[in-house]
């Protein structure tokens, strides 16, 4: 049963009820106006933290002055009742719009989506990312507006590490990969939970879905997703190629911030009506085939009026002075072409094309560079494969294929190993073609994540499996390679551990010295780089309910 009454406001309905709250419609018992009021539940006020994240989403609200953002009216406290109001909107929630009409028109999630990149570009201007952007935090008003809406587990990033505690929050749908890890987020956080909004407007469904929250979250930080367009064929590829982006698992690849976002959004809307005015005004039907033109005397002028109205329009249109055949007539610019003529004629008897020999030797010499270093350069392997390799095996595959073969093969493996990353067997870089390949990238996998015994194991195994195994000599090598590596490092990993070791014995004196800020700060550093290793779990998760522990002590 809802109450009767919150501060100043008399309570006449209950409008939904999240993690952080239960939001009543009511209205100003002195003024008459419409608000919506957000309650904490009594059984979160009695804890110092949650009332502090309350307050913050207060602030968080505060800060942001938007029209696309709920505007915060007041806040305050009844009795043991934590509460504040904002403005209501009469309308839905983007849920609810989709649960009726299952798909939204690419046009009005392009309109959408750009009121929620105004809004983001607001709450990340002030340091505020929202952390759950999802469909019910989304309201759709009367007149086609937007609203944002539910800033209950944003991380204001200039206030304390309320939120940073290393644990998930927000709803495993439209959660970003890294914050499906418990990692820090970002604004580009927020992007990826846009994106995902924007996929289901557009298909019906989220990008990921499964039977648990488990498998949900492991498919946003490993999985791939149907592109849109296979589900939506007649949206525009520009679009789905936006969203796929937003969806890119590599925070450093999806689109800069919400601003660009936006302007990217209306560039396609251009893009759209310029194709469309080009295809009714270029002569041809929308299919691409030749006009019709109908000599009935009835239904316009004859044969003969109609020749001669052509032939007088071709000759018009080629008497039509044209910017080109104006600028060509300008004697100066023809003194540049020549200039420019001249010049390039210089520039190419001065440095002739290479021969093939030296495209070769070119090669040659970027692998060896390669070979010295502790990570290949992924530029130095491109240029060595796309300028000189490639076209030596398009020029004369025969003479240049056993020449070329073995360097190509290595950097094969070097792109497989560019697509083995700390977040996961990546779908960037080349996919394995075998077995030899795919064992490969997953031994390169469990190192990158920082489990050099598993890495260890798989890579003795496939050393074994190789050995004597025709034409895959190249991978063998690397394994090895990999594996000497490895073993050079296990005195960095127990350096590893002594430094862990001290350093949450050093936290442990700090708060018994009653010092919590200090331990706090050695505890979130403990979690930030130590998280990635398997072998240090225990550790980590000790630091992180010792934060909690501290948090609730001392919020």
């Not at 300008?330 to 020549?338: E, G, M, S």
């Not at 010295?372 to 392997?381: K, Q």
């Not at 094969?412 to 990238?441: C, H, M, Q």
């Not at 005195?491 to 018994?512: P, T």
């Given at each position: 049963?809802h109450?009767t009454?919150?501060?100043?406001?008399?309570?006449?309905?209950k409008?939904g009820?999240g993690?952080?709250g239960?939001?009543?419609?009511?209205?100003?018992?002195?003024?008459?106006?419409?608000?919506?009021?957000?309650?904490?539940p009594?059984?979160l006020?009695?804890?110092?933290g949650?009332?502090?994240?309350f307050?913050?989403e207060i602030d968080?609200?505060?800060?942001?002055?938007?029209p696309h953002?709920?505007r915060?009216?007041?806040?305050?406290?009844d009795g043991?009742t934590?509460?504040?109001?904002?403005?209501?909107?009469d309308?839905e929630t983007l849920?609810a719009r989709l649960r009726?009409d299952r798909?939204i028109?690419?046009?009005e999630t392009i309109?959408?989506?750009?009121q929620?990149c105004?809004?983001l570009?607001a709450?990340?201007?002030?340091?505020?990312?929202?952390r759950?952007?999802k469909?019910s935090?989304?309201l759709?008003?009367?007149?086609?507006?937007?609203?944002?809406t539910?800033?209950?587990?944003?991380?204001?990033?200039?206030g304390?590490?309320?939120?940073?505690t290393g644990?998930i929050?927000?709803?495993?749908?439209?959660?970003?990969?890294?914050q499906?890890?418990?990692?820090?987020?970002?604004?580009?956080?927020?992007?990826y939970?846009?994106?995902?909004?924007m996929?289901?407007m557009?298909?019906?469904?989220?990008?990921f879905?499964g039977?648990?929250?488990?498998?949900?979250?492991?498919k946003?930080?490993y999985?791939?997703f149907?592109?849109p367009?296979?589900?939506?064929?007649?949206m525009?590829?520009?679009l789905?190629?936006i969203?796929?982006?937003l969806?890119?698992?590599d925070?450093?690849?999806?689109?800069?911030?919400?601003?660009v976002l936006?302007?990217?959004l209306q560039?396609?809307l251009?893009k759209v009506?310029?194709?469309?005015?080009d295809?009714s005004?270029?002569?041809s039907n929308y299919d691409g085939s030749?006009?019709?033109?109908s000599l009935?005397?009835?239904?316009g002028p004859?044969?003969g009026?109609l020749m001669?109205?052509l032939l007088?329009a071709e000759?018009?249109?080629a008497?039509?002075?044209?910017?080109?055949?104006?600028?060509?007539?300008?004697?100066w610019?023809?003194?540049?072409?020549?200039a420019?003529?001249?010049?390039?004629?210089f520039?190419?008897?001065?440095?002739?094309?290479?021969?093939s020999?030296?495209?070769?030797?070119?090669?040659?010499?970027?692998?060896?560079?390669?070979?010295e270093?502790e990570r290949?350069?992924r530029?130095?392997?491109r240029?060595?494969?796309?300028d000189?390799?490639?076209p030596l095996?398009?020029e004369?595959?025969?003479q240049?294929?056993?020449?070329v073969?073995?360097y190509?093969?290595?950097i094969?493996l070097?792109?497989?190993?560019?697509?083995?990353t700390?977040r996961g067997?990546s779908?960037?870089?080349?996919?394995?073609?075998?077995d030899?390949?795919?064992f490969f990238k997953?031994?390169?996998h469990y190192?990158?994540?920082?489990d050099?015994?598993a890495?260890r194991?798989?890579?003795?195994?496939?050393?074994?499996i190789?050995?004597?195994?025709?034409?895959?000599?190249?991978?063998r090598?690397?394994?090895?390679?990999?594996?000497?590596?490895?073993d050079?490092?296990?005195?960095e990993?127990?350096?590893?551990?002594?430094?862990?070791d001290q350093?949450?014995?050093?936290?442990?004196?700090?708060?018994?010295?009653?010092d919590w800020?200090?331990?706090?700060?050695i505890?979130?550093?403990?979690i930030?780089?130590?998280?990635?290793?398997?072998?240090l779990q225990?550790?980590?998760?000790?630091?992180?309910a010792k934060?909690r522990e501290e948090?609730s002590?001392?919020?």
């Amino acid at each position: 049963m809802h109450p009767t009454r919150v501060g100043p406001y008399l309570i006449e309905r209950k409008i939904g009820a999240g993690g952080m709250g239960t939001v009543y419609y009511g209205r100003h018992e002195q003024t008459g106006d419409e608000a919506a009021i957000k309650v904490l539940p009594a059984s979160l006020a009695r804890e110092e933290g949650f009332i502090a994240r309350f307050g913050r989403e207060i602030d968080a609200m505060k800060k942001m002055a938007n029209p696309h953002i709920v505007r915060l009216a007041e806040s305050g406290v009844d009795g043991e009742t934590y509460f504040y109001s904002m403005e209501y909107i009469d309308g839905e929630t983007l849920t609810a719009r989709l649960r009726r009409d299952r798909r939204i028109d690419w046009r009005e999630t392009i309109d959408i989506a750009m009121q929620l990149c105004s809004a983001l570009k607001a709450a990340h201007d002030t340091g505020i990312i929202h952390r759950d952007l999802k469909p019910s935090n989304i309201l759709l008003a009367e007149g086609g507006t937007v609203k944002l809406t539910d800033f209950g587990v944003a991380q204001v990033f200039a206030g304390t590490k309320l939120t940073a505690t290393g644990g998930i929050i927000g709803t495993a749908e439209f959660m970003s990969p890294e914050q499906a890890q418990g990692r820090r987020t970002n604004k580009k956080s927020d992007l990826y939970s846009l994106g995902a909004v924007m996929y289901v407007m557009l298909t019906g469904r989220p990008p990921f879905s499964g039977k648990t929250t488990l498998e949900v979250i492991h498919k946003h930080r490993y999985g791939r997703f149907d592109r849109p367009r296979m589900i939506v064929p007649d949206m525009p590829h520009w679009l789905d190629e936006i969203v796929c982006q937003l969806l890119e698992k590599d925070p450093d690849q999806r689109v800069a911030d919400a601003y660009v976002l936006s302007k990217k959004l209306q560039e396609i809307l251009s893009k759209v009506e310029l194709s469309t005015r080009d295809s009714s005004t270029d002569g041809s039907n929308y299919d691409g085939s030749a006009p019709t033109i109908s000599l009935d005397a009835e239904e316009g002028p004859g044969a003969g009026t109609l020749m001669r109205d052509l032939l007088r329009a071709e000759v018009e249109y080629a008497n039509k002075p044209s910017p080109f055949r104006e600028l060509f007539n300008n004697t100066w610019v023809l003194v540049a072409l020549l200039a420019l003529l001249v010049i390039g004629g210089f520039l190419w008897f001065r440095n002739p094309p290479l021969t093939s020999d030296q495209k070769f030797e070119k090669g040659v010499a970027i692998m060896e560079e390669l070979a010295e270093m502790e990570r290949p350069d992924r530029i130095l392997w491109r240029t060595a494969r796309d300028d000189y390799f490639l076209p030596l095996l398009d020029e004369d595959p025969e003479q240049w294929e056993q020449r070329v073969g073995t360097y190509l093969d290595t950097i094969r493996l070097y792109e497989i190993e560019s697509g083995a990353t700390r977040r996961g067997l990546s779908t960037k870089g080349t996919v394995p073609s075998n077995d030899a390949e795919r064992f490969f990238k997953i031994a390169l996998h469990y190192r990158g994540i920082g489990d050099d015994a598993a890495a260890r194991r798989k890579l003795s195994a496939l050393i074994a499996i190789l050995e004597g195994q025709p034409g895959h000599e190249e991978i063998r090598r690397r394994a090895t390679e990999v594996l000497g590596e490895l073993d050079a490092q296990d005195s960095e990993g127990a350096d590893r551990h002594a430094l862990l070791d001290q350093a949450m014995k050093q936290a442990e004196e700090f708060s018994a010295n009653g010092d919590w800020q200090a331990a706090r700060r050695i505890w979130l550093g403990v979690i930030e780089w130590y998280e990635p290793y398997p072998d240090l779990q225990d550790q980590v998760e000790h630091a992180r309910a010792k934060l909690r522990e501290e948090l609730s002590l001392h919020p």
